[in-house]
């Protein structure tokens, strides 16, 4: 999908996340993956800052975001925090940063909507410091054969209508990137994938 249309999507989608900072159905699950977070943070695909809830005052937050709206409800919501915050309106495929800056880096449902998520992997393993953490919430493929079937129907409608990837095997992208796979938790009927990570 061309990144201008995809772009576009999340711009009219933004009220719609913002509204799930009061309602999130996934909360207990970026709860257990994201309260290890620390340092220097950075955060791609930072959306409507569904995940500022679980970062303290020390924490010093890049939060990056390709949807111009999407950053505008963030920068909002962060006032609410006690923690420093940056954020950049750039795409996450093409952002440049220094090697070993963060100590944390997040991602959260964001895998569904790059061209080559691999090498997006690959740019955290280089961004993060060689102690630091790569911490994911991700959805993909299920493990229940049905429901994998219909993700997999799905996808081409899923991928115009809301901009992402129904049926992407989260595991294997993981795998097969540069990055240490530490531990790996699945709910949902294996829909939902929590991820700890280290370069």
């Known amino acids: ?24 159905h996934a909360y207990k699950y970026r709860n257990q993956v994201f309260q290890e977070v620390e340092g220097k ?13 679980f970062y303290n005052k020390d924490v010093e937050l890049t939060g990056v975001d390709f949807s111009q709206e999407m950053l505008k409800i963030a920068q909002n919501a962060a006032k609410e925090y006690p923690f420093k915050a940056t954020f950049i309106q750039e795409d996450v495929e093409s952002v440049k940063f220094n ?9 959260s449902a964001t895998l ?14 280089k961004w993060c410091k060689p102690e630091g953490k790569i911490l994911m919430m991700e959805h993909g493929i299920s493990t229940n054969r049905r429901l994998a079937w219909l993700q997999r129907k799905l996808d081409p409608l899923a991928l115009k209508i809301v901009g992402c990837h129904q049926d992407r095997n989260i595991s294997e992208i993981v795998k097969k990137s540069n ?13 939902l994938y929590l991820i700890w990570a280290k370069p």
């Open 1 to 24: 999908m061309e990144r201008k249309s995809l772009i576009e999507k999340f711009d009219k989608q933004a009220n719609k996340y913002n509204k799930r900072r009061k309602n999130d």
């Open 41 to 53: 943070v950075l955060e791609v695909g930072v959306g409507s800052g569904l995940n500022f809830a």
């Open 99 to 107: 090697e070993n800056t963060f100590d944390t880096i997040i991602s």
């Open 112 to 125: 569904c909507a790059y061209q080559n998520p691999i090498i997006v992997l690959d740019n955290f393993q």
């Open 179 to 191: 990055l240490n796979l530490i531990r790996e938790e699945r709910y949902m009927a294996g829909y």
